[in-house]
């Protein structure tokens, strides 16, 4: 299995050097989108607690660093780390809120969805950070500023950002921390009676889960250099987010990556074949239709099926 | 080892609504010691195990185990304590292992996933779950399940283990085994506190008895005392059968 890793690293770095300018835009969106699901994965996924409002942590965090880097000065490699923190705050509150009053299933995905609601019109009636006109980050293309003249270059900061939050992912699944969010999803009450405090457990995955989600939110804004409330905040970010995981195994470390790797290239391709002529939101209903597929034939998602078929095969 | 109880409940009472599910109930546990809880359907057992292990709150009353007071303490801070407890509907993780289940428990004492691995597969060979370890816990038969929900409480290495109706729905054979276990797991020096109403299982493990109907203590005593107190008899059958002539 290390050796398997280890190739597919060294191949994934390897690889910009045979690919066109628009394949690596391909990789960064699916790269980018495995990070943001493995970082809703580790409270959506593990602990089962189904946050539908996680695009609130994205937003946060683009506007947070992107602010500050254009009033402070501060640089965003730095103002990452202050976006995720934010995020982390606001994520306290919502799983506190959850969590302390018991918010289980639909209410909880309910709370959250208004969270990023609430989140999504502040932005939009705040003239300070540009209102409904939305926020523009000037493009000056230095490196020290998270701006890059080669698109490569966020190929490589994707890329990384992936690996770090799979890397995390995998050492909490192979920790007590890991073990305890798995058993909460499948009974709470039971873990309880087993001495687990659930609700601290909880909480902590929601807070590595957000502020992972709000670092997510600076290489947002500084690749596409302009934030629109409805598009950083809105309810189909959130879906972005959610949709990868489940389809590719929610509660796996590998997962969130697979599920991007089925659903990003996609979106893009629809996005191509029906983006003109008035067809735009295509790629909608094929998630949609996507979904249901994964509820009805793989349940837990594409991951453990395709390990199922492994083992079957090859580990007999 | 010292005098004072293990467990002391003084004066717990609870209501739902216009239902006194429990009304002024004190006893105490020695260490070491088995009590039996019995009393028919509906007299508020299973409430006791909830207020005893956190899940309820007592409206009035007051809990004391090793000398502490449970007042305020959420179920897991109570398990932390040595105070397990297993439910009457069993609850295992469905789709994890059944060593991954008991595992759980253990690393309530050893946060070290492999050695509270290890210590669970110690338990799960003392409730003779061993041949099972790698299954999954949902595709279990009701009787393995329950030995599952038994193995959990264990790990976490309590003081006092409240068992809840774990012989219900077992044959004689089960039965029989499972007392066998409980009467070693108390022989080890783990006190427990037994929900039970196979009175056979009851009467060979309880050194002392508690008998509850609608909410209240009716009867206290040894195994022998209670089995023909007509106070019980009239809690189980009523009255008319406590001066009906023997056949």
């Not at chain 1, 539908?52 to 506007?63: K, R, T």
């Not at chain 2, 493990?205 to 106070?231: C, D, M, Q, T, W």
């Amino acid at each position: 299995m290390k050796w398997v890793v280890a190739a597919a690293i060294a191949l994934l770095l390897a690889l910009p050097a045979w690919l066109n300018s628009y394949a690596v835009t391909v990789f960064i969106f699916i790269f980018f989108y495995a990070f943001l699901g493995q970082a809703w994965n580790i409270v959506g996924g593990y602990a089962g607690q189904l946050s539908a409002g996680h695009a609130a942590f994205v937003g946060v965090g683009a506007y947070a660093s992107a602010l500050l880097s254009a009033r402070l000065g501060l640089t965003p490699w730095l103002g990452m780390l202050v976006g995720g923190a934010l995020s982390a705050a606001l994520g306290t509150v919502v799983g506190y809120l959850g969590f302390r009053f018991g918010l289980r299933g639909f209410y909880f995905v309910l709370l959250t969805v208004a969270f990023a609601e609430v989140c999504r019109i502040v932005a939009l009636n705040t003239d300070a950070v540009g209102g409904a006109l939305g926020y523009y980050i000037t493009f000056t293309g230095d490196p020290r500023q998270f701006q890059f003249q080669d698109n490569r270059a966020y190929y490589y900061v994707a890329l990384g950002l992936m690996l770090v939050a799979t890397a995390i992912v995998a050492a909490i699944e192979r920790r007590r921390f890991g073990a305890y969010l798995i058993a909460i999803r499948e009974d709470e009450q039971a873990c309880e009676a087993l001495g687990v405090n659930t609700f601290r457990y909880k909480m902590l995955a929601m807070v590595v889960s957000s502020f992972l989600t709000g670092v997510g939110g600076t290489f947002y804004a500084f690749y596409l250099f302009s934030l629109q409330p409805s598009s950083v905040f809105g309810i189909p970010l959130s879906v972005e987010i959610v949709i990868r995981p489940i389809v590719g195994g929610a509660g796996t470390v590998l997962g969130p990556i697979l599920g991007s790797f089925i659903l990003s290239p996609l979106a893009e391709a629809s996005r191509i074949y029906f983006g003109q002529g008035g067809w735009s939101g295509a790629h909608l209903i094929a998630y949609g239709l996507l979904l249901i597929a994964v509820v009805l034939f793989l349940p837990q998602g594409a991951y453990p099926a395709l390990r199922r078929l492994w083992l079957r095969s090859f580990a007999r | 080892m010292s005098e004072a109880p293990l467990l002391e409940v003084r004066g717990i009472g609870k209501r739902f609504g216009g239902l006194q599910a429990v009304r002024d109930l004190s006893f105490a546990m020695a260490r070491g010691e088995v009590l039996g809880l019995i009393g028919p359907n509906g007299a508020g057992k299973t409430t006791v195990f909830n207020l005893l292990s956190g899940f309820l709150t007592p409206d009035a009353g007051a809990v004391h185990f090793d000398g502490r007071s449970l007042a305020g303490l959420k179920p897991h801070a109570i398990c932390r304590l040595g105070l397990a407890r297993t439910f009457q509907i069993v609850r295992p993780f469905p789709h994890l292992s059944v060593l991954d289940n008991v595992r759980v428990g253990a690393l309530a004492r050893e946060p070290r996933m492999e050695k509270a691995r290890d210590r669970a597969r110690a338990v799960i060979e003392r409730v003779g779950l061993g041949a099972k370890a790698e299954h999954p816990a949902a595709g279990l038969t009701l009787a393995e399940r329950k030995r599952l929900e038994l193995a959990r409480a264990l790990a976490t290495e309590p003081t006092l283990l409240l068992l809840d109706e774990v012989m219900a729905g077992l044959n004689s054979t089960e039965i029989e085994a499972i007392v066998a276990l409980a009467r070693s797991i108390n022989a080890s020096g783990v006190s427990i506190l037994l929900i039970e109403h196979n009175m056979r299982a009851v009467m060979t493990l309880s050194h002392r008895i508690v008998v509850l109907s609608f909410g209240e203590k009716i009867v206290e005593g040894a195994p022998a005392a209670i089995a023909n107190h007509p106070r019980v008899i009239e809690a189980y059958l009523g009255e008319e059968y406590v001066h009906a002539p023997a056949r």
